[in-house]
């Protein structure tokens, strides 16, 4: 458990004398965030005894509903844990009209143990088999998100904004377009401000395959647990600051049918304990064999994992030829066909961009389902599939599970990823998507109705 030593939060009540309550955050399975706000007054008491939370956040389908079948409910009386504050993250919220504050937090047992369900400490698990090994993971997340106006259409769709620009809505699919993010740029240059006041590395913003998408990048870290808050964090920016600009953000995976989806692309190499890059080997060409192990590995349980990549029934709308979405588990240099993409870079920067997961997904589950799948290759010594050229998608049929309901199968029938991320977080993870595609599978939607009503 990280302590914190008690001039780090009364420097910050020092600088922020007008701050008038501060947000406790912890991320539920989904990536939501949960918790409690406190009085500035009892920051104390939070860095010294942390707060109580049921257990049961964990066990809570997307629409806030806790899911029995985990055990984490009424059958243990749904009963506390601690939750302790997460060093570092103790900073302003730039977009709330008044003078706020947040802090992430992460979940323990009464013995002081990580909590099994806490995504957080799921990555942290793997995180352990990587220093018994010496080595030291660094990740980077990208994260893909659309911009929508506030109102829906007729049909109550979601719709593109009006540029502030033109005044017109938006149409267009100008990938890298400087233009977009001249016309979005109070957008995005306030983002950039809440970025820094957070601490939150935030690098890279360019416009996407479709109106009103964006990207933002983040810088990579040597620690994936740091990684992950960051871009928990920056989800949390995004949408606060759209908000306030009378825009709305959605990190849906296919908030529309004929356009791009947003994805979840993790940069990830590892260092030695003489902090060199191990991918790296200038006389291959395509990486060292530690890093073809990586990939083999992450090949191996790409299906079984694909549940954590892709978490809800819209996840899958993604996955459609000619969108840059991955359909195996194929790799190729400087390719955005393949699922695994060794990048252009200087080779002290040799890299696998894993590029599976959906913008929806919870960071640190994903982060800690691809590095368990290097651990796995690493350790079993496995080799990659035969690299990719060329067009990944169309040489190479779909063979990840391709719905909901096949890749929870594959989840509850894998062995490497459940054991790997732990069998009882596995049981509670399996059973909130369970029961959650359960539920969504009764309504009948209106498609449904216009195509069937009359005509059967």
Same mark, same amino acid.
């Given at each position: 458990?990280?302590?914190?030593?008690?001039?780090?939060?009364?420097?910050?009540?020092?600088?922020?004398?007008?701050?008038?309550?501060?947000?406790?955050?912890?991320?539920?399975?989904?990536?939501?965030?949960?918790?409690?706000?406190?009085?500035?007054?009892?920051?104390?008491?939070?860095?010294?005894?942390?707060?109580?939370?049921?257990?049961?956040?964990?066990?809570?389908?997307?629409?806030?509903?806790?899911?029995?079948?985990?055990?984490?409910?009424?059958?243990?009386?749904?009963?506390?844990?601690?939750?302790?504050?997460?060093?570092?993250?103790?900073?302003?919220?730039?977009?709330?009209?008044?003078?706020?504050?947040?802090?992430?937090?992460?979940?323990?047992?009464?013995?002081?143990?990580?909590?099994?369900?806490?995504?957080?400490?799921?990555?942290?698990?793997?995180?352990?088999?990587?220093?018994?090994?010496?080595?030291?993971?660094?990740?980077?997340?990208?994260?893909?998100?659309?911009?929508?106006?506030?109102?829906?259409?007729?049909?109550?769709?979601?719709?593109?904004?009006?540029?502030?620009?033109?005044?017109?809505?938006?149409?267009?699919?100008?990938?890298?377009?400087?233009?977009?993010?001249?016309?979005?740029?109070?957008?995005?240059?306030?983002?950039?401000?809440?970025?820094?006041?957070?601490?939150?590395?935030?690098?890279?913003?360019?416009?996407?395959?479709?109106?009103?998408?964006?990207?933002?990048?983040?810088?990579?870290?040597?620690?994936?647990?740091?990684?992950?808050?960051?871009?928990?964090?920056?989800?949390?920016?995004?949408?606060?600051?759209?908000?306030?600009?009378?825009?709305?953000?959605?990190?849906? #995976?296919? !908030? =529309?049918?004929?356009? @791009?989806?947003?994805?979840?692309? &993790?940069?990830?190499?590892?260092? /030695? $304990?003489?902090?060199?890059?191990?991918?790296?080997?200038?006389?291959?060409?395509?990486?060292?064999?530690?890093?073809?192990?990586?990939?083999?590995?992450?090949?191996?349980?790409?299906?079984?994992?694909?549940?954590?990549?892709?978490?809800?029934?819209?996840?899958?709308?993604?996955?459609?030829?000619?969108?840059?979405?991955?359909?195996?588990?194929?790799?190729?240099?400087?390719?955005?066909?393949?699922?695994?993409?060794?990048?252009?870079?200087?080779?002290?920067?040799?890299?696998?961009?894993?590029?599976?997961?959906?913008?929806? #997904?919870? !960071? =640190?589950?994903?982060? @800690?389902?691809?590095?368990?799948? &290097?651990?796995?290759?690493?350790? /079993? $010594?496995?080799?990659?599939?035969?690299?990719?050229?060329?067009?990944?998608?169309?040489?190479?049929?779909?063979?990840?599970?391709?719905?909901?309901?096949?890749?929870?199968?594959?989840?509850?029938?894998?062995?490497?990823?459940?054991?790997?991320?732990?069998?009882?977080?596995?049981?509670?993870?399996?059973?909130?998507?369970?029961?959650?595609?359960?539920?969504?599978?009764?309504?009948?939607?209106?498609?449904?109705?216009?195509?069937?009503?009359?005509?059967?």
């Amino acid at each position: 458990m990280p302590t914190i030593k008690p001039a780090g939060y009364n420097q910050y009540l020092k600088n922020n004398p007008n701050v008038t309550g501060i947000d406790l955050l912890i991320a539920d399975l989904n990536g939501v965030l949960r918790g409690k706000r406190v009085q500035p007054s009892a920051l104390q008491k939070v860095f010294k005894d942390g707060i109580c939370l049921p257990a049961s956040v964990f066990a809570l389908d997307i629409t806030g509903v806790t899911v029995e079948e985990t055990g984490l409910g009424v059958s243990q009386g749904d009963s506390d844990r601690i939750c302790h504050p997460i060093p570092g993250t103790l900073a302003n919220i730039p977009w709330h009209q008044k003078e706020m504050g947040q802090l992430l937090m992460t979940m323990y047992e009464a013995d002081h143990q990580p909590f099994f369900a806490d995504p957080r400490q799921v990555l942290h698990g793997i995180c352990t088999k990587f220093k018994e090994l010496r080595l030291t993971p660094v990740v980077a997340v990208e994260l893909e998100f659309y911009l929508l106006d506030k109102r829906r259409d007729k049909q109550k769709n979601p719709q593109p904004p009006i540029s502030p620009a033109t005044g017109k809505r938006e149409h267009n699919t100008q990938v890298y377009a400087m233009n977009d993010l001249d016309d979005y740029g109070e957008f995005l240059e306030t983002v950039s401000k809440g970025a820094y006041i957070q601490g939150i590395p935030a690098d890279t913003a360019l416009a996407e395959y479709a109106p009103g998408q964006f990207e933002i990048n983040l810088k990579h870290k040597p620690d994936p647990l740091t990684a992950c808050d960051n871009a928990i964090l920056l989800k949390r920016l995004i949408k606060g600051v759209s908000w306030n600009l009378g825009l709305q953000t959605t990190f849906m #995976a296919k !908030p =529309y049918a004929k356009q @791009a989806g947003s994805g979840m692309h &993790i940069h990830v190499s590892l260092l /030695n $304990k003489e902090k060199k890059n191990i991918f790296m080997d200038p006389k291959s060409g395509t990486g060292s064999t530690t890093l073809h192990y990586a990939i083999g590995g992450m090949a191996d349980t790409m299906a079984e994992s694909m549940a954590i990549f892709c978490p809800n029934a819209n996840s899958y709308r993604r996955f459609q030829p000619d969108l840059y979405v991955p359909m195996a588990p194929t790799w190729g240099l400087d390719n955005r066909t393949v699922a695994l993409r060794i990048p252009t870079s200087p080779e002290s920067d040799k890299r696998i961009e894993h590029r599976v997961s959906g913008a929806d #997904a919870n !960071p =640190y589950l994903v982060v @800690a389902a691809i590095l368990a799948g &290097i651990y796995n290759g690493i350790e /079993n $010594k496995i080799n990659p599939p035969e690299i990719t050229m060329g067009d990944a998608i169309a040489k190479h049929p779909a063979s990840l599970p391709m719905t909901w309901i096949e890749s929870l199968k594959a989840f509850s029938n894998g062995k490497i990823i459940k054991e790997l991320l732990g069998t009882d977080f596995s049981h509670v993870y399996y059973q909130t998507r369970y029961k959650e595609m359960q539920e969504f599978d009764r309504h009948v939607t209106p498609l449904e109705i216009d195509w069937y009503l009359r005509t059967v």
